[in-house]
């Protein structure tokens, strides 16, 4: 019976498989890039509770809410899920969705590679959720896992690294699957330097995962070896250095800091251009940026760790590294300001959260700036002026760069408008809320608030509701969104196919609603200079 | 089910937190300058580069708005689409900066070297972190003690213990036994931790450093001879469930007084 389906199945070659085989067995990028969506949107809301548990038990001084240990594992989780299970996986179902489209290619290179390296998420959060259900409850040391704590954790320990090591081998797969789409599958009229910046930023953002994934993969099989197997990597009695693990540590860290933002910088400049109505400002320069800001990546990890007691010239050499970032990133941010001059701008919704993010990871970047001199990092190090200053370029940045990409393009995906009144009420309501929830931090660390505590001194209290405040308020409007969408999926009015009258690009050339296989023929070269023109 | 409950629960925690609160923290908005010129100089580099950031943030974010406001389409604004590159704005766009920070790192770097200079210190003392409290040793004068979280303080904190920690003075910032130092002295700190990796932060004085097991990290404090009185700080790196519950009291006395509390914790010992 298997045998005949496969074989009526291959009789129709460009039928589209029903039910639940469309998603299981999918290999379309297509329906691929909707589960990692919505996947990404799943774990949003589950790490986003976590959050609002944070917030609850932090609204007052004195614990009414949770034992400090759930605490630590709220922070523990809700770092995990939002950095593995809602960016990084929207990041790549953005990727597998656009590239194709954008590069005019027919698929993801790799079709069945895709599909694992989706099937594997499920597992994995699976895996690292049922830690709070097992004896000793879910990882407490923090998302950083540093020894000796986090080997202090209970059975929830293997299984946060094998939950990791599932994670890794997905963005791994995932990053493998962009390169060679990218590489190989580009219309032969798609030079490198006529690529859209989504795409330059994904394929920059994938070489970063190649590189340090395996290094994280590295670091938390030492932490396994050391727990079960007698080794002494990061145990000082046995020759070891627990320090060691945090420079391995954040060697991977930092780059992936920038995995999570880089492709946000892509779709900023592709939605800043449409809405002004003129072409990106310096594109090449903005390819140029990006490339030193993924190389500086890997020359500036130990700025996260200043206080582990480094040499003088060590932490010179990480300060002066670190300082460089603000180059190219300030050229980002100049670009697309001057893309907006003598332009001829409208305020849809892609565009206001592409101009939040302007403001606001700028905001995030001058923080970052202050991190950066060492000597004031001192005070600053393991505060809440370092949560805010995260959290302002991680929700800001990265989150409302993947709000902005998905109300772009997802009249091009449904074929059908969203609700653009509703959509700007998530908007303005995510943009305020989000400052009112981050901007006090600010105050908490400088006044002397520790990060990563459920209790702390009365004198914090007032910002600390204030802040609360805005979590309870910013997370209840997220609801919106997935409200939206469903909304125009269901119902929404039809859209052109070219569903931004400022919109260049490649995916604005096909029709709406999309074909499920798309560029079978390549695109000729005279729709890829159209597209390229802006 | 968390979002359905908060509403309701805002509302209660709200209406028994807002009336007793002693004093209110609005005012705590910035980094305190301190007791030591250390805190001084690193409050003084804060500013300078807080101040360098709203600059150029006021003219970046300037040039935004101007363009945000200008150049809409429905005040008729077309778009100039030849407007795509210019050598000379992004070379100086990219010099600019660069002077910026070069002009930044120059005191930064002397203040750091400032920091790592930790010759000529008068008083040695070992401080070991473990979970959760601290322990202080005077290597040089036989004196040692352990250092937890208040009495009070650690039974208010309990889980739903009912007991209001705006009635606690100085709730998560005090403990049994402050550290005792000298005013006007050069503190030497040897820090290391028993178990997991501490930090010992004292905002005041401008010190924050880790405190790692199996190994020995060095710190310096040198109060102003006339700033004696209690300082307050916590520990700053996760260290497990209490991590919240080990905050830092140093006890900065005169010369004279620090040598008789000295003698005295001598005869007890």
């Known amino acids: 019976m298997v045998d005949h389906a496969a074989t009526a199945h291959d009789a129709h070659h460009d039928h589209k498989p029903h039910g639940w085989r469309r998603w299981v067995y999918a290999t379309n990028h297509k329906d691929i890039g909707t589960m990692y969506l919505v996947f990404a949107g799943l774990m949003f809301f589950v790490g986003g509770a976590m959050a609002m548990v944070i917030r609850l038990e932090l609204f007052k001084p004195g614990l009414q809410f949770v034992d400090p240990q759930f605490f630590n594992s709220m922070t523990t989780m809700h770092a995990l899920l939002m950095i593995f299970g809602a960016v990084m996986p929207a990041w790549t179902g953005l990727a597998n969705w656009q590239i194709p489209l954008m590069v005019g290619a027919p698929d993801m290179a790799l079709p069945r590679l895709n599909n694992f390296s989706f099937w594997i998420l499920p597992f994995a959060f699976t895996i690292l959720l049922s830690t709070l259900f097992v004896p000793g409850g879910g990882p407490a040391g923090g998302w950083t896992l540093y020894p000796p704590l986090s080997l202090q954790g209970g059975d929830s320990f293997p299984m946060v690294i094998f939950a990791i090591h599932l994670m890794g081998a997905s963005s791994i797969l995932g990053a493998i699957n962009v390169i060679v789409t990218i590489l190989n599958m580009r219309a032969p009229g798609m030079g490198l330097l006529r690529m859209p910046l989504f795409v330059w930023s994904w394929l920059i953002t994938a070489y970063l995962l190649i590189a340090v994934m395996p290094v994280l993969a590295g670091a938390v099989t030492m932490l396994l070896t050391d727990h079960f197997f007698g080794t002494t990597f990061f145990t000082a009695a046995g020759g070891g250095d627990p320090v060691m693990f945090q420079h391995i540590f954040w060697f991977f860290g930092h780059p992936e800091v920038y995995i999570l933002i880089l492709p946000a910088f892509g779709i900023v400049s592709e939605i800043i251009p449409a809405f002004s109505r003129k072409p990106i400002f310096g594109y090449e320069t903005m390819v140029y940026a990006i490339a030193s800001i993924a190389f500086l990546s890997f020359i500036v990890w130990a700025h996260h760790m200043f206080t582990v007691g480094m040499p003088l010239a060590g932490q010179l050499f990480f300060m002066l590294s670190t300082m460089l970032i603000a180059v190219p990133t300030g050229v980002k941010v100049f670009n697309w300001s001057t893309t907006m001059w003598k332009g001829s701008l409208t305020f849809e919704p892609p565009m206001l959260f592409a101009l939040a993010f302007l403001f606001l990871f700028s905001i995030g970047g001058f923080s970052g700036l202050m991190l950066a001199i060492v000597p004031a990092d001192f005070q600053y190090q393991d505060t809440y002026f370092v949560v805010a200053h995260f959290h302002y370029v991680l929700v800001p940045g990265a989150i409302f760069g993947i709000m902005a990409g998905v109300y772009y393009w997802l009249p091009k995906w449904t074929s059908r408008m969203y609700d653009q009144t509703l959509a700007k009420w998530h908007f303005w309501l995510s943009a305020i809320f989000v400052n009112v929830l981050f901007f006090p931090q600010h105050f908490l660390g400088l006044a002397g608030m520790p990060r990563r505590i459920p209790d702390y001194a009365v004198q914090f209290t007032d910002w600390n509701m204030i802040s609360s405040i805005g979590a309870f308020g910013f997370g209840l409007s997220q609801l919106l969104f997935p409200y939206i969408i469903w909304k125009c999926a269901r119902a929404g009015q039809p859209a052109e196919a070219r569903a931004w009258d400022g919109a260049h690009g490649l995916e604005w050339e096909l029709p709406s609603p999309l074909p499920y296989h798309t560029w079978e023929t390549a695109p000729s070269d005279a729709l890829i200079a159209k597209g390229a023109e802006h | ?269």
């Open chain 2, 1 to 269: 089910m968390i979002r359905k409950t908060i509403l309701p629960l805002l509302a209660l925690a709200y209406s028994f937190a807002a009336p007793a609160q002693a004093e209110s923290g609005w005012h705590l908005l910035n980094m305190r300058q301190g007791v030591t010129e250390i805190s001084r100089r690193i409050y003084d580099l804060h500013m300078l580069i807080f101040w360098v950031c709203v600059v150029i943030a006021v003219i970046v974010f300037a040039f935004m708005i101007w363009s945000l406001v200008v150049f809409r389409k429905s005040k008729g604004a077309v778009a100039d689409t030849t407007l795509v590159h210019n050598t000379k704005v992004e070379i100086a766009w990219t010099v600019v900066p660069v002077l910026i920070l070069v002009a930044m790192a120059v005191p930064a770097a002397r203040t750091l070297v400032a920091i790592e200079d930790t010759r000529d210190t008068g008083l040695t003392i070992k401080v070991t972190g473990f979970q959760w409290g601290w322990h202080y040793d005077y290597l040089d004068d036989n004196v040692s003690f352990y250092s937890r979280l208040s009495r009070d303080a650690d039974a208010a904190r309990r889980l739903m213990s009912g007991v209001d920690p705006n009635t606690i003075p100085n709730y998560l910032l005090d403990v049994d036994h402050p550290l005792v130092v000298p005013a006007g002295v050069k503190v030497r700190l040897l820090l290391t931790g028993a178990d997991v990796i501490h930090a010992w932060w004292m905002p005041d004085f401008g010190v924050k450093k880790d405190a790692i097991p199996g190994f020995v990290n060095e710190a310096w404090f040198q109060v102003d001879a006339d700033k004696t009185g209690v300082y307050r700080g916590q520990c700053a790196e996760l260290c497990g469930r209490d991590h919240a519950f080990m905050p830092i009291v140093v006890d900065v006395k005169s010369q004279e007084d620090f040598n008789a509390w000295l003698k005295r914790e001598q005869n007890h010992g």
